[in-house]
């Protein structure tokens, strides 16, 4: 299997001028005309040529993409128009001269962007650790003598050596394979190795077909050969990709849109009621420019909700930290929510939903079809007939089977941490793994029949034969490869009682086509005894006397938590779609395996480039299982599927899946398989490569943006609540019940901490059993206008009745804001313990206990409150008087009132629901309640 760099000749001198320019059809050339137009003889370039062309051509490695520095980093985490609304409040503060209260707003702001930094370092020092880009060597020819240089160093032109465990480092022209066989996964999706030989194809061939080329980052799976280096770095397919991510345009998460639309909305909600009570004040109440103008300022203050941001940055790390725990590593806060939102899920096949490890599923024999259990390398499972276990023992077709598909075969399985892996050629891992199952030991097997010779694989005679003695003094040929080439070799077949039979060649063809129809590649295993004196192995010893001993199917096959992550992502109303580079029909049987919605329908890539956007767009909805698809139809489908409103999120490992993994709303790729270009395209990344964290990750962001919304319905009431106070004592003249530094004293502290216990919120029961929002849905939906209007009203109702209660007592002003402070605060505690449940019945043991966040923050808020109430240094801040027990007494009475009028209005709204949405006639009683 190496014998061939012994082959190379080197009698060809080097030719000392530079290459013409380089064509792109590199793979439709013949080797000859390759070799004229690169300049390059067998012997491969001097070494002084290789460095004129590396001065001319640069060196071999793609351009880096600019990282943003620390300060960049830090700056960036202000972008966002809720953290400008913070700073506009930080200098409205400022200009009322209340510089404690300017460096509490400024505090938040540094908070928010220190923690939205250090979980962007986080993130990227996961991502590093799991990188492994170590700078490959490469085996050339310089000068005629075998070389080993830095893969960066190679220049077109140049020939390289391929040997089994290779890493392509350049784009290649094949000049010679011997057996050579590439997994170009990273850049097809196509999850079997690919033979390789020297002949042209047709310049229109698919990425896939091009047998003639190897694609630097793929991986050499079994034999050896050469090729001359046509491109390098940025020229190479790698980096044509990589320069086609560099023009895809990223799109903003469903979350910072509606985050943006509500700031926008608010924002201008108060500045136009500030402008109506700057002009009411002065022109009909008479009010000095002055005092109108400092109270239109406290008015703002109170309106604009400064603890939001922070709150926002929590509740996403919070999501961010749990999907950790669950190895996804998220880049961007805003990524886990966007997750929550998304209505189709396009997923690469391989490495993705399938393993990317070969396994043997089906075995047919001259009687029989045998199914395979387990998957991947790890020797799990059995063999199954029509549903019931097989005593292998009773088979010994079986036993023979497995014998000649381990004898004939180079590749070992082995097991670290608990991970099998193979070594070699995944067909022939998967046909080890298969012995194992068989009740074969692979050692202990080869150990007593030793491989004496072989004929490699070579994709011109397809197939592999290996001679072996045992220590019994008896020989056996044993032959492997493509079902048409073994069957035409085939004399005789193995019966399931004799040993043979007159070969049916029309069976056997019918079986491998039948197996073939399932997305299996099918391998034929055929054996004959040997001479005990023959030492060597020709073509003639295996033509034509053969005893075909059966037929079996391999097939990547889904992960079975895939297959349950996708039935849980249809019941979530999410669309699954499969995007992959493989052949149509295996996309289709792994599509069938996973249970995705229309599995019946594939649309490849040739037939994608014959449609125009409109016809795309229909069939990108309707169509689940794309194939033989190239890195721009894997962009062109998501764009599709945007333009009909789709809130996208694409997964993938390999290179060709990176410039939609940009595009799409929200891109995740697999850490541990997945390249460079990948990872930095997305915002997750899977440190499990496993498809059913993103199921994961869409309950944590749809948990996420359910526990965003709660704290905005907690949090505005609250300052509506202190605008509204604020604007009726304006419009009729009467005293502020609260002043300015009071409200700020309740925003940035009561408020913030009871809103914070609201990002520790658990997951509602039916949270995917729900179908996705819009992605244009407002944060401000009918709904929570009203409870934001309702919920105002009575917290101004609140503080202004009980700030009149307290005066009409005696109290003094002074005794009677901190009076009107504290029922504030009362009345948003008890609401915090309505809105954590907002359709449904807050008079409950569980909600009465809440959570332990819940009771923290109620606790802390009750002290903090005790000391701006008690404490004297608080005074000469906020300007506040002790209470009596009774004034106490008074104002916590108002919280249970609060939170039994609030239990009404959900009874009433309920009602209200009902009538207007009467059951339809035979309506299901199965379907699921409409949700607001």
Request: glycine share 8%; with cysteine.
């Amino acid at each position: 299997m190496t014998e061939h760099p012994a082959r190379i000749a080197a009698d060809a001198s080097p030719v000392e001028s530079h290459p013409a320019p380089a064509p792109t059809a590199w793979h439709s050339r013949p080797v000859e005309r390759v070799q004229g137009e690169m300049k390059t003889g067998s012997a491969g370039l001097s070494v002084a040529e290789a460095a004129d062309r590396l001065e001319s051509h640069g060196p071999n490695r793609l351009p880096e993409s600019a990282q943003a520095g620390p300060i960049a980093r830090f700056l960036r985490q202000f972008r966002n128009l809720l953290i400008y609304v913070l700073l506009a409040a930080a200098a409205v503060t400022a200009a009322l001269g209340h510089l404690v209260d300017t460096g509490v707003i400024l505090a938040v702001v540094l908070v928010n962007a220190v923690i939205g930094y250090v979980q962007e370092g986080r993130a990227e020092r996961a991502l590093s650790a799991i990188r492994d880009m170590l700078a490959p060597e490469a085996r050339a020819l310089r000068g005629g003598r075998r070389v080993s240089v830095p893969a960066e160093q190679l220049v077109p032109g140049d020939m390289v050596l391929l040997e089994p465990g290779d890493r392509v480092p350049a784009d290649l022209r094949i000049t010679a394979a011997y057996g050579l066989r590439i997994q170009e996964a990273v850049l097809t999706g196509e999850s079997v190795a690919v033979e390789k030989a020297p002949d042209p194809v047709a310049e229109d061939a698919t990425l896939g077909d091009r047998r003639s080329m190897a694609f630097s980052g793929a991986l050499v799976a079994a034999g050896g050969g050469r090729g001359i280096v046509v491109a390098t770095g940025a020229e190479t397919e790698i980096g044509r990709i990589s320069g086609l991510l560099e023009t895809v345009e990223t799109t903003s998460t469903p979350l910072l849109r509606q985050m943006e639309g509500f700031a926008r909305t608010v924002t201008f909600a108060i500045l136009v009621v500030a402008a109506l009570i700057l002009v009411f004040g002065y022109f009909v109440s008479g009010m000095s420019f002055s005092d109108i103008f400092m109270a239109v300022v406290g008015l703002s203050v109170a309106a604009i909700p400064e603890g939001l941001p922070a709150i926002l940055t929590v509740t996403l790390a919070i999501g961010v930290q749990g999907m950790a725990e669950r190895r996804a590593i998220v880049r961007r806060l805003p990524a886990i929510e966007a997750l929550g939102s998304v209505s189709v899920i396009c997923s690469d096949k391989t490495g993705t939903l399938t393993k990317n490890e070969m396994t043997v599923a089906s075995v047919v024999t001259a009687r029989r079809m045998y199914q395979v259990t387990g998957a991947g390398y790890a020797p799990h499972g059995g063999i199954t007939f029509e549903g019931r276990d097989v005593d292998v023992s009773a088979h010994p077709l079986l036993s023979d089977l497995a014998r000649g598909a381990i004898l004939c075969n180079d590749a070992e399985v082995s097991e670290s941490d608990g991970i099998w892996s193979a070594n070699g050629d995944p067909m022939e891992g998967a046909l080890v793994t298969f012995g194992w199952k068989a009740g074969q030991d692979p050692d202990a097997l080869r150990q007593s029949n030793p491989q004496t010779d072989a004929i490699p694989f070579d994709a011109r005679h397809r197939f592999m034969a290996s001679l072996h003695h045992d220590h019994e003094g008896g020989a056996a040929i044993h032959v492997k490869g493509a079902p048409e080439r073994i069957i035409a070799m085939c004399a005789t077949q193995h019966g399931e009682e004799d040993g043979g039979q007159p070969l049916d060649a029309a069976y056997w063809h019918a079986r491998a086509h039948e197996i073939a129809a399932e997305g299996q590649r099918v391998l034929a295993i055929a054996t004959q005894s040997a001479n005990p004196e023959k030492q060597t192995l020709s073509f003639d010893d295996v033509d034509g006397d053969l005893t075909l001993l059966g037929l079996v199917g391999l097939i990547d096959p889904p992960r079975d938590e895939a297959v349950a992550a996708v039935a849980e992502c249809r019941a979530a109303g999410i669309r699954v779609k499969m995007i992959t580079g493989d052949h149509a029909g295996t996309a289709l049987a792994i599509a069938r395996r996973l249970g995705l919605e229309n599995s019946d329908e594939v649309l490849t890539g040739g037939e994608i480039d014959g449609l125009d956007t409109d016809a795309l767009r229909t069939a990108a909805e309707r169509v689940d299982v794309f194939a033989r698809t190239s890195p721009e139809h894997k962009l062109r489908l998501v764009e599709a599927l945007q333009a009909g409103g789709a809130a996208v999120a694409m997964t993938g490992d390999g290179v060709n899946d990176a410039p939609a993994l940009k595009r799409a709303d929200i891109g995740v790729a697999m850490g541990r398989t997945g390249t460079e270009a990948a990872k930095e395209a997305a915002e997750i990344v899977l440190a499990d490569d496993n498809f059913a964290t993103i199921a994961a990750a869409v309950r944590a962001g749809r948990t996420v943006y359910d526990n965003l919304k709660k704290a905005i319905v907690f949090l505005l009431p609250v300052n509506g609540g202190e605008a509204l106070a604020l604007i009726l004592a304006l419009l009729l003249g009467l005293t502020l019940p609260i002043t300015p530094v009071q409200i700020l004293w309740v925003n940035m502290v009561s408020s913030v901490v009871l809103a914070m216990a609201l990002a520790f919120e658990g997951a509602e029961p039916d949270i995917m059993r729900r179908p996705p929002r819009p992605a244009d849905e407002p944060i401000l939906s009918r709904f929570v206008l009203w409870r934001v209007g309702f919920v105002s009203l009575l917290f101004c109702a609140g503080i202004f009745g009980m700030f009149t209660l307290a005066q009409s007592r005696g109290a003094t002003l002074e005794e009677a804001r901190t009076i009107a402070v504290n029922t504030l605060v009362v009345m948003e505690i008890f609401y915090l313990f309505s809105v954590r449940f907002l359709n449904t019945t807050s008079l409950s043991i569980r909600a009465i206990l809440g959570t332990r966040p819940v009771l923290i923050a109620i606790v802390a808020v009750t002290a903090l409150q005790f000391a701006f109430t008690y404490a004297p240094f608080m005074e000469a801040f906020f300007d506040t008087r002790p209470l009596s027990l009774s004034q106490g007494l008074m104002v916590v009475a108002v919280g249970p009132v609060l939170l039994l009028v609030l239990e009404i209005e959900k009874r009433a709204l309920k009602a209200w629901r009902a009538r207007q949405r009467p059951p339809a006639p035979g309506a299901r009683a199965s379907s699921p309640p409409r949700r607001t």
